[in-house]
């Protein structure tokens, strides 16, 4: 009977131990208390010798039953205290939604790499190859295989950045004519054009020492200034509008003969007279005509078989006019504050 009270109580003492339990710790601690070599529940049958076998099998019974009673109960509270960790780490970790998001920062093109694309577009459209030269030329192709010789007056409009007395920061594209007809062995037809950097020692609202410059160069047989002609209206058309007028003065080029400068009507009040056009209702645009004699004896091209056109045009003055933009350094700057006003949705607007 003695013995079926302390059972009795020691059930009840580790039924009100395992309550107070709130971690892995005092846990250990109760089933060392419990279980253990000296736990309370093995001391049960520490007197075992001194019993008959009866009772032996009778008290055998009676701890193995409380023994697994014990591990029942330490089981669950095991994870109990396992569950309510886990609760606790997923309540900490849970994503709090109502944060803003971070903002997406989206570029868009530049002003000047929409011009220059729209012009690559229109003449790859025609079957013109898109060439690249350097920035960095010889005087050779910047300007003496232009028909330009050293000394001629022609070059003083265009002064810029001389490296020594061979190499210099080009001032035209037209150097890349002289490239092209040199790199063509063959002495095949050409059709190309060449958008890249310029540079002149010039420093103003409309003129900025880097600029950009679209060259274009057609040499085939047959060839004649109604080519020219038609080319560069439709050019003139694609980039500022199907109403624009064309209209072609005489002019002089070292490099073609004859030359002309190219005017369009001003897209602003249609040729009636504003302060874009200066009251003159026309907007220069480009310079061009047929490649001189010289310029294609030079480039290996025999003048008497081959003729072809060459033009030149200014790219900033169409990203000033298409996005009315005041200062053509304002292009160069690559102040994020300008450049943020052309985002992609204002390409809609765009005058094509
Ligand atoms: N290179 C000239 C300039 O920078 C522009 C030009 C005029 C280019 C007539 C040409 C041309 O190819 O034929 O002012």
């Not at 030359?259 to 061009?288: H, R």
Request: include cysteine; charge should be negative; glycine fraction near 6%.
């Amino acid at each position: 009977m003695e013995k079926d009270e302390k059972i009795t109580n020691l059930k009840q003492e580790l039924e009100s131990d395992i309550k107070k339990i709130s971690n892995q710790q005092e846990l250990q601690h109760l089933k060392v208390k419990y279980l253990g070599k000296k736990g309370l529940i093995t001391e049960l049958t520490s007197n075992m010798k001194e019993l008959t076998p009866e009772e032996r099998k009778q008290l055998g019974q009676i701890v193995n039953e409380l023994k697994n009673y014990a591990i029942t109960l330490i089981e669950t509270k095991q994870q109990e205290i396992e569950t309510r960790i886990l609760n606790e780490k997923l309540e900490k970790e849970t994503i709090d939604i109502s944060l803003p998001s971070k903002k997406n920062i989206r570029g868009s093109r530049h002003p000047f790499n929409r011009i220059v694309e729209d012009v690559e577009d229109f003449f790859v459209s025609m079957g013109y190859d898109v060439v690249d030269g350097p920035e960095l030329e010889t005087d050779e192709n910047c300007f003496q295989r232009l028909n330009v010789p050293l000394g001629h007056p022609a070059r003083d409009s265009q002064d810029t950045f001389y490296i020594d007395e061979e190499y210099l920061l080009r001032t035209q594209t037209s150097s890349v004519q002289a490239r092209t007809m040199k790199k063509n062995s063959e002495k095949t037809p050409i059709r190309m054009i060449c958008p890249g950097k310029v540079y002149r020692r010039d420093d103003d609202a409309t003129h900025s020492h880097q600029f950009g410059q679209v060259e274009g160069l057609v040499i085939d047989k047959n060839i004649s200034l109604a080519d020219l002609k038609g080319t560069l209206e439709l050019f003139a058309k694609k980039m500022l509008g199907e109403n624009t007028k064309v209209r072609f003065r005489p002019s002089f080029f070292p490099f073609t003969e004859p030359s002309v400068e190219v005017d369009v009507s001003c897209f602003k009040c249609s040729g009636k007279g504003c302060p874009l056009c200066k009251q003159t209702g026309w907007i220069e645009v480009l310079g061009a005509g047929m490649v001189h004699p010289n310029v294609l004896r030079m480039g290996g091209y025999d003048p008497e078989v081959w003729t072809g056109f060459a033009f030149g045009t200014g790219l900033d003055r169409f990203a000033m006019f298409r996005y009315a933009i005041p200062d053509i350094r304002y292009l160069y700057t690559n102040d994020i504050r300008f450049l943020e006003q052309f985002d992609r949705k204002d390409e809609e607007n765009e005058i094509k």
